[in-house]
């Protein structure tokens, strides 16, 4: 699977993704840092790629737009931190969700389990 890792999270994550096969990149490779919540969604949605993030902003723009790509997975708050922890949790969940965030989907990762909100949110 492709990933883009937001820059709210660490560039470790992108490397232990890509150690397990999977194209990860941190937006820091691309320059995009400083970049604004659309811009980062735009070069996940060209790349074809999962925006992994913890910012919750990404499922208000996505809403708003009616849009179906790219797919977001949302770490929240009370999910563990470190980045090797993340990328165990995002591995272990992946393969039951990796159909909906395809199809395109917001999956939200907590402590208690994960969510899944189809794509486009306010579509039929």
């Not at 890509?18 to 691309?30: F, I, L, N, P």
């Not at 393969?95 to 208690?112: F, H, N, S, T």
Request: aromatic content about 4%; charged content about 25%; hydrophobic content about 45%.
């Amino acid at each position: 699977m492709r990933f883009l890792i937001d820059q709210c999270l660490s560039a470790e994550l992108a490397e232990s993704l890509r150690a397990t096969g999977h194209d990860a990149v941190h937006v820091s490779s691309y320059g995009l840092s400083r970049a604004d919540d659309d811009q980062i969604l735009a070069r996940a949605a060209a790349e074809t790629r999962v925006l992994v993030s913890a910012d919750t902003d990404f499922g208000g723009l996505l809403a708003s737009r009616d849009s179906s790509v790219p797919s977001v997975v949302l770490f929240r708050r009370r999910t563990r931190r470190r980045p090797h922890e993340q990328a165990a949790i995002l591995l272990a969940n992946l393969a039951a969700i990796e159909e909906d965030l395809d199809a395109g989907a917001i999956a939200v990762i907590e402590d208690q389990g994960v969510r899944i909100r189809r794509l486009p949110i306010g579509g039929t």
